[in-house]
C-alpha cells in the first residue's frame, strides 16, 4: 500500500491507497449479484426478458417494449421467428415449464403502442454510411446506423423496406409496425442494379464507411469496411448485424475496437436458487394472449437475483446495497481526501462475522474489505473518535483495573489456565466464579485464573498496536504460569488466540464435557452458533454434545451453523451504531420460538436486550438463572467485583476499588446515560471536579445544577442537586467539543 500526504490549504493530510483498481475489480468480479440472468446470457441480443416480464406484469407495455426496443425494433419479428433460447434457458425450467417468452414479445408488439422518438432528437453525424444486402443482415445494420445518426444509403434489390421481413412470413401490418421508427432515421433505399459491377474496393471510396451482408463478402474487406457472423436463425442476425454496426461506429469515431466481441451466448454465473418456488404452468390460449393472460404469464417470472448475502444479514438489508456495489463506494470513500465520507456508516456497521461470505457461492469475501477500510481509516486519521472510543476504553479497562492473573492457589504453575474473557465476568460473574471453582476442583495439575480482554476489541476497530499489548499481557500471564493450556469460555477469544498466537488453547466447554456433566434441566432450547465459531464445525460439535449432555431437547434454526447471523455486538456495531445493533439482536433472537442457548456471552446479553429469553451454556451448566441486563456500569462495577471477591477469598489479597460519592440517580436518569455510554464513573468524575472547583451552572427553572468535566476527547455534563450531603443526578450527556 502507497502511503503519501497530500497538501490542502495549508493543511497536511495522510493518504493510504488500500488496494489498487486492478485489485478493486478482482474483487467485485467474485460477486455475481449483478451478473444477467439465465435467459439474457442464453439470448444472441442479451435481451432483458427480466426487465420485460417485471413491467408486463404490472400491466406497463410500454415500458416493456420499451426495454425491447433499446435493443431492436423488430418485435413481431422476434415474436413470429426467434427461437426463444432464452425460455430454454429460464430457471423455471427446472420445475418444468419456463415463461413463454414469444407470447409476451408479442404481446409487447400488440400492446406496447408504436415506437417513439423524434428525427430532432436524434444527433446528426456528417458521415455517409452505405450498407449492402437484401435481407435482415442489411436491414438491421440500417437501423442501428441511423439511430447513431448517420445518413445511410442503403444498397438492396428489395423493393421496400418491408420485403425482408414480409419474406419472414409477417403481414404488412406487423412489418409496418416493426419499421415504424425508421421514418424518423436519415435512411435512403438504392436499387442494387446502381452498384452493378463495383468491387468492395468501389463501395469503400463511396462512403465514409460500409457495411456489408456475410454471404457478399468474398476476400478481405477495406479499413472501412465491415461484417458480422453468418448466421441461419433470427436473433443471431440480427445480433451480428448489431456488431457489424458497432465496428463502423467505432471506426467513424476513431476509437478502438478492442473489446468489442462478436455475438455469443454463455451460461450465466447468476446462481438463483429455487427454495420456496415451486412449479406452475404457462398460460396459454387460442392465438395471442390478452392483455390479462399476457400479465398473468409475466408474472410467473421469479426475477431470477442472487440474494444469497442479503437473506440472513440485516446490514445488507438495511443499507440496501449488494457486496458489489458496497466495496466500489468503500474504495471511493477511502479516495476522499477532503469532504465529507459518507461511507464511513457503511463501513462500521459491518460486524465483519462472514456470515455473508460463508452464504455466497463464490466466496465473496465482503468483510476483508471492511476490515481493510478501517485499519486504512485509523493510518491515515479518518477514522471518527466517536466510533469505537468508548469500547477502547472499555478494552483498557479490562486489561487495566479489572485484570486479574493468578495461578491456583497453592502452585506456582499450573497445567491450565481459565480464561473466561470480558464479557462473562461483566454480564455473569456468578458463572465465572463457579466455573472456576470447578476446574480448580476437578483438575489435576492446578488451573490458573485470567480476568482480562484477549484484544478483539482493537482488532475490530483496527488498532494494531492496542491488539498487540493486549495479546502479549496473556502471553506474560501465560508464561508467567508455565505455559498452560489455556481454556476459553468464549468463542472469539479461542479463534483470536488460535489465529494471532501461538499460544495453546480450547474451549473450556469441550473440558466440562470430558470431566462429566449430569442433567439439570429437560427443556427445549434453539442453539445460536456465535460468528466464533463460523469456521469451526467441531465447536459447534461439541456445544450441542454439551447441550444435550445438560438434558437439552435442541431444535436447529434457520440460518444456523455456518450462516449464523452475528448478533449485533461484533465489529462493535453497538458503539458505533446501537440502532443496527438492535435490529440484529431481534432478527437473529427471532428466529426461535424457544429459549436459545447461546455459547458467547456478548449473543446472550443482546438477547435479552431485545427481550428474548435466552441463557448462556454455562450458565445453564451452572444452574444461574439469567439476572437482568447489566448497564454499562454494572458491567464495570461486576468486573471489578469478581476481581476483588476472587483476589479476597482466595488469594488473600486486599483489592482497591474507586471511591465513589453518594449519589441517587433518579427516574430515567441510568437508562439515559446507557444509551449515551456515559458510565457512573464519569459522572463520579464530574462531582469530584465540581466539589474541588464549585464552578457549575444553574437552571433556575428546574432548580438543578450542571458541572462538566473533559475526560480525553470527551467532555461530561451532570445535572444535579447537591441536598443533605447526598447528589441527586437528573441526567447527564457529552459531546467533543472544548468548552473554555
Known amino acids: 500500500m502507497e502511503k503519501k500526504e497530500e497538501v490542502y490549504l495549508g493543511k497536511h493530510y495522510r493518504m493510504k491507497q488500500a488496494f489498487g483498481q486492478e485489485e478493486l475489480h478482482q474483487r467485485e468480479a467474485v460477486c455475481t449479484r449483478e451478473e444477467p440472468p439465465g435467459c439474457q446470457a442464453a439470448c444472441p441480443l442479451h435481451l432483458d426478458m427480466r426487465a420485460v416480464c417485471g413491467h408486463e406484469a404490472r400491466g406497463d407495455f410500454k415500458k416493456a417494449a420499451a426495454v425491447i426496443r433499446q435493443t431492436t425494433p423488430f418485435l413481431y419479428l422476434l415474436a413470429r421467428t426467434c427461437s426463444a433460447p432464452c425460455q430454454k434457458a429460464c430457471t423455471l425450467s427446472r420445475l418444468g415449464e419456463g415463461v413463454r417468452v414469444r407470447d409476451l414479445e408479442l404481446a409487447c408488439a400488440l400492446y406496447g403502442g408504436p415506437a417513439g422518438g423524434s428525427r430532432f432528437l436524434i444527433p446528426r453525424k456528417n458521415k455517409k454510411v452505405l450498407v449492402a444486402g437484401d435481407g435482415i443482415f442489411a436491414l438491421a445494420c440500417c437501423r442501428e446506423l441511423g439511430k447513431k445518426g448517420y445518413e445511410v444509403h442503403w444498397h438492396t434489390a428489395c423493393a421496400s423496406f418491408q420485403a425482408p421481413l414480409l419474406e419472414l412470413g409477417l403481414s404488412p401490418e406487423e412489418a409496418a409496425a416493426d419499421l415504424s421508427e425508421f421514418s424518423t432515421l436519415r435512411i435512403t433505399r438504392e436499387a442494387a442494379e446502381k452498384f452493378f459491377g463495383e468491387t468492395l474496393e468501389d463501395w469503400s471510396r463511396r462512403a465514409d464507411a460500409f457495411c456489408v451482408s456475410p454471404e457478399l463478402v468474398f476476400g478481405r474487406l477495406p479499413e472501412n469496411g465491415f461484417t458480422g457472423p453468418a448466421g441461419k436463425e433470427t436473433v443471431w442476425i440480427l445480433a451480428a448485424a448489431r456488431y457489424a454496426a458497432m465496428q463502423a461506429d467505432r471506426y467513424l469515431q476513431g476509437a478502438s475496437p478492442e473489446g468489442l466481441e462478436e455475438p455469443k451466448v454463455y451460461e450465466s454465473r447468476l446462481h438463483v436458487t429455487l427454495d420456496g418456488i415451486t412449479g406452475s404452468r404457462a398460460v396459454t ?51 476522499i481526501v477532503m469532504g465529507n465520507h459518507m461511507a464511513n456508516g457503511l ?52 486489561n487495566g483495573e479489572a485484570f486479574l492473573a493468578r495461578p491456583q492457589p497453592g502452585y506456582e504453575t499450573c497445567r491450565y489456565l481459565f480464561f473466561p474473557g470480558c464479557q462473562a465476568a461483566a454480564v455473569s460473574p456468578r458463572t465465572v466464579e463457579i466455573t472456576y471453582r470447578r476446574l480448580r476442583e476437578e483438575l489435576e495439575g492446578g488451573t490458573g485464573l485470567l480476568l482480562g480482554c484477549c484484544g478483539a476489541i482493537s482488532r475490530w476497530a483496527a488498532r494494531e498496536e492496542l491488539l498487540q499489548e ?67 464445525g467441531e465447536i459447534r460439535a461439541q456445544i450441542r454434545r454439551f447441550a444435550e449432555a445438560l438434558g437439552c431437547r435442541v431444535e436447529e434454526m434457520p440460518f444456523a451453523g455456518e450462516l449464523s447471523p452475528c448478533c449485533g455486538y461484533g465489529g462493535l456495531v453497538r458503539y458505533a451504531n446501537p440502532r443496527m445493533a438492535e435490529k440484529k439482536a431481534v432478527f437473529a433472537s427471532g428466529r426461535s420460538e424457544h429459549r436459545i442457548l447461546t455459547y458467547c456471552m456478548a449473543c446472550r446479553d443482546q438477547f435479552q ?27 464495570r462495577a461486576n468486573r471489578l467485583k ?50 474541588s472547583s464549585g464552578e457549575a451552572v444553574e437552571d433556575p427553572e428546574k432548580g438543578w445544577l450542571a458541572a462538566s468535566l473533559r475526560l480525553g476527547n470527551v467532555t461530561f455534563w451532570v445535572k444535579f442537586t447537591d ?18
Open 285 to 335: 390460449g387460442q392465438g395471442a394472449l390478452t392483455r390479462e393472460m399476457a400479465a398473468e404469464e409475466a408474472a410467473r417470472c421469479i426475477q431470477c437475483q442472487c440474494l444469497e448475502c442479503v437473506k440472513g444479514c440485516v446490514y445488507l438489508q438495511e443499507f440496501k446495497r449488494n457486496p458489489r456495489g458496497a466495496i466500489r463506494e468503500i474504495y471511493n470513500n477511502l479516495s
Open 347 to 398: 463501513i462500521n456497521a459491518c460486524d465483519e462475522c462472514g456470515q455473508c461470505k460463508a452464504a455466497c457461492p463464490e466466496g465473496f469475501d465482503y468483510p476483508d474489505v471492511c476490515r481493510i477500510a478501517r485499519r486504512t481509516m485509523v493510518e491515515t486519521g479518518k477514522m471518527p473518535p466517536s466510533a469505537h472510543e468508548f469500547a477502547l476504553l472499555d478494552q483498557e479497562f479490562s
Open 470 to 536: 493486549a495479546l502479549e499481557k496473556i502471553r506474560a500471564a501465560w508464561e508467567s504460569m508455565g505455559r498452560p493450556e489455556i481454556l476459553c469460555a468464549c468463542p472469539t477469544c479461542l479463534k483470536n488466540l488460535r489465529e494471532l498466537t501461538s499460544l495453546p488453547a480450547r474451549g473450556v466447554w469441550e473440558v466440562l464435557l470430558e470431566l462429566g456433566t449430569e442433567p439439570v434441566t429437560d427443556q427445549r432450547v434453539s442453539i445460536h452458533d456465535a460468528c466464533g465459531a463460523r469456521e469451526d
Open 609 to 635: 436486550r431485545a427481550g428474548k429469553d435466552s441463557i448462556h451454556i454455562l450458565e445453564l451448566a451452572c444452574q444461574v438463572e439469567p439476572g437482568p441486563v447489566p448497564d454499562l456500569s454494572l458491567r
Open 642 to 691: 469478581l476481581k476483588e471477591k476472587l483476589q479476597r477469598e482466595l488469594w488473600k489479597e486486599e483489592g482497591r476499588m474507586e471511591e465513589m460519592l453518594p449519589v441517587i440517580y433518579m427516574e430515567g436518569a441510568r437508562e439515559e446515560m446507557d444509551q449515551r455510554m456515559i458510565l457512573e464513573s464519569d459522572v463520579n468524575a464530574v462531582l469530584k471536579a465540581y466539589e
Open 723 to 740: 441536598t443533605e450531603g447526598c447528589y441527586r443526578v437528573y441526567g447527564a450527556y457529552s459531546h467533543r467539543m472544548t468548552v473554555e
